[in-house]
């Protein structure tokens, strides 16, 4: 009798016990649709006006709503309708709105959906940063960020400037800093106040070829208006007249007559011809003061080389890093596609990979990485197929030339404009160049070298573009053919590494002088390489794989102009790799 009892008791609990458990592991329902839903219909209902309790009003602009969508959604209109006056009417008037502005946001609320355009983000930002509405806000800083280019990035900066967007502010001034030289022969530097032009000839961040750049621009904006002169001597006490050459210094500066009428520029000049004749005289150590001699560091954060797809020996997608600063190699997200004998090039920080061969087909497609957030997204495809193809950026523009279709060399080439997200044909050049090096120099594209598939001939030959005229010009020829060769730049300097003429693949290296059109023969690479990447750090020019003929490599090697001397890096590549791009960026913070 008692065992039953037990026996029931135990079953009553047992039974209890189970149905807390079930209770417990019974999910809770959930629809993810239901808000989305609940909006989709009070947009329907805002549309015919059902059950709207407000108006607002923005120029000749009437725009139905309801105040608690409103509140929900801004801040402003949270405090608007819990806080003040406003609470109590059906009928608002915003004076400060732009009524297109006011419209787009309305919807936006009610949709989450808004097109930022060139035309409506300055009337959108302000409008949305009124209304707190951060993601909008946000949307149209990330929109003109894509939009900085040397015409426009000054009045970019000051309207983050005008509106407290510190990221885009950010942005803008290091695109300045990046492209000082082209922005500075745009018209809105010529409009800048005094206090601008201060600030950037001050920064210690410029990119720049020469400290000329920055005298030569001082000069422009003080000659576009005479009521500036009295603005010389503060600006030229910025710029680092030490580090002209003397020549240019006695032939330039010092004939200058608005310097010599002026004090103090003119004790800035004898400052900095003191300062070149003690270095010429070979004096380690100044006896005195002198201000401005120190050279501009371009950027204050680390650098990293990313090393893109590749063949290995078939086309790969992966991307390793090498981090200068703690010197070693590690992994990035994989390209969306394999990707080999491709053109790399940096624009406003961002990695493009361009054509190539994807290990079945020349591809058109280009692929664009984020560092920041380590992804690769597509952007706009080249009108042509070209693998083996010569990438380069200059003026803010990205140009691919000539490469090989899969039936032919090319002798096309195509340029992208940022702005505009479209690629253009530019002039051909005069002869077919696949696997052709490409450089800047001087505001100048070089093609050098490559294989002409017309005469079946690795080529010597080397011609540059001007933008401007959009005129090909052949200048001086290397030394030896070079088909496949690296190409960089370094203090006005442009290089050829390796490379390959038929069946000989190359360790020798030439340099080319603008100034002289000639070729000069520097030291030879530790190892013979063709299909290496190049790129140029520190004053060091870096060789990054390619092959020997057989085998790809995964060793990289820098070349010291100072001392004509080439060193192994200590630590190579998880694999060798020809035919892979190169690049470098600023580390991510």
């Known amino acids: 009798m008692l065992r039953c009892d037990s026996q029931n008791s135990l079953d009553e609990s047992s039974q209890k016990q189970s149905n807390q458990n079930d209770k417990k592991e019974r999910p809770i329902y959930s629809n993810s649709r239901h808000t989305v839903k609940a909006f989709e219909v009070m947009l329907t209902m805002r549309k015919q006006k059902l059950l709207c309790d407000v108006t607002l009003v923005a120029g000749n602009l009437e725009v139905p709503a309801h105040k608690m969508v409103l509140a929900a959604c801004s801040p402003y209109f949270f405090a608007m309708f819990t806080s003040f006056e406003e609470s109590k009417r059906d ?55 894509t939009q900085l280019h040397p015409t426009n990035c000054l009045g970019i900066r000051a309207f983050a400037d005008l509106h407290s967007c510190s990221d885009l502010l950010n942005r803008s001034e290091s695109y300045i800093e990046r492209h000082f030289q082209q922005v500075v022969e745009c018209e809105e530097f010529l409009a800048l106040p005094a206090s601008q032009v201060l600030k950037l000839v001050s920064s210690d961040r410029l990119v720049i070829p020469s400290e000329e750049t920055v005298f030569e621009c001082v000069m422009a904006w003080v000659f576009h208006d005479e009521n500036r002169r009295h603005h010389l001597a503060e600006l030229i006490e910025h710029v680092r007249l030490p580090l002209l050459s003397y020549t240019y210094l006695v032939q330039r500066v010092s004939m200058e007559p608005l310097l010599n009428a002026d004090l103090r520029c003119k004790n800035f000049l004898i400052e900095a011809l003191a300062y070149q004749l003690l ?33 290995a020996p078939k086309a790969i997608r992966s991307v390793e890093c090498y981090d200068f600063k703690e010197e070693r190699w590690y992994r990035v997200a994989e390209m969306p596609s394999r ?3 491709a053109g790399v090039s940096v624009l406003d920080g961002q990695v493009y990979a361009v054509g190539g061969f994807n290990g079945t087909l020349r591809v058109r497609s280009v692929d664009r990485y984020d560092a920041a957030d380590d992804k690769w997204v597509a952007s706009q495809s080249m009108r042509a197929r070209r693998s083996t193809v010569g990438v380069a950026e200059l003026n803010g523009c990205i140009y691919a030339v000539g490469g090989f279709d899969g039936t032919s060399g090319l002798n096309s080439a195509e340029v992208y404009d940022p702005r505009t997200k479209e690629w253009t044909m530019i002039p051909p050049m005069p002869t077919r160049r696949s696997s052709v090096g490409v450089g800047v120099l001087n505001g100048l594209l070089y093609a050098v070298g490559g294989y002409d598939g017309a005469s079946r001939q690795c080529l010597s030959s080397v011609i540059r573009y001007n933008p401007e005229t959009q005129i090909w010009t052949r200048v001086a020829d290397m030394s030896t053919c070079r088909s496949g060769a690296g190409i960089g730049v370094l203090d006005g300097i442009l290089y050829a590494v390796g490379g390959h003429d038929g069946p000989d693949v190359r360790k020798s290296v030439e340099a080319y002088d603008p100034k002289t059109n000639t070729w000069s ?36 090697e820098y070349y010291n102009p100072k001392v004509n001397v080439w060193t192994m890096l200590p630590t190579q590549m998880s694999i060798g790799r020809s035919y892979a791009g190169v690049a470098i960026i600023d580390r991510p913070k």
Request: hydrophobic letters at 40%; charged letters at 20%.
């Open 521 to 556: 023969p520097v030291a030879d690479m530790a190892v013979c390489r063709r299909n290496a990447g190049v790129v140029s750090l520190n004053n060091m020019l870096y060789v990054v794989g390619g092959d020997n003929g057989s085998t790809s490599l995964g060793s990289v």
């Open 339 to 341: 990707r080999c004998r």
């Open 279 to 311: 270095k010429a005289k070979g004096d380690k150590e100044i006896p005195f003061e002198i201000r401005n001699t120190h050279p501009r560091k371009p950027s204050g954060l680390p650098k990293i080389m990313l090393v893109i797809g590749g063949q």
């Open 91 to 145: 009928r608002i008037l915003l004076k400060e709105f732009d009524s297109q502005a006011l419209a787009l946001l309305v919807e936006y609320i009610y949709s989450s959906e808004i097109n930022v355009t060139e035309e409506n983000v300055q009337i959108l930002l302000p409008a949305a940063n009124l209304l707190q509405l951060t993601d909008v806000r946000d949307a149209c800083c990330d929109f003109l960020q």
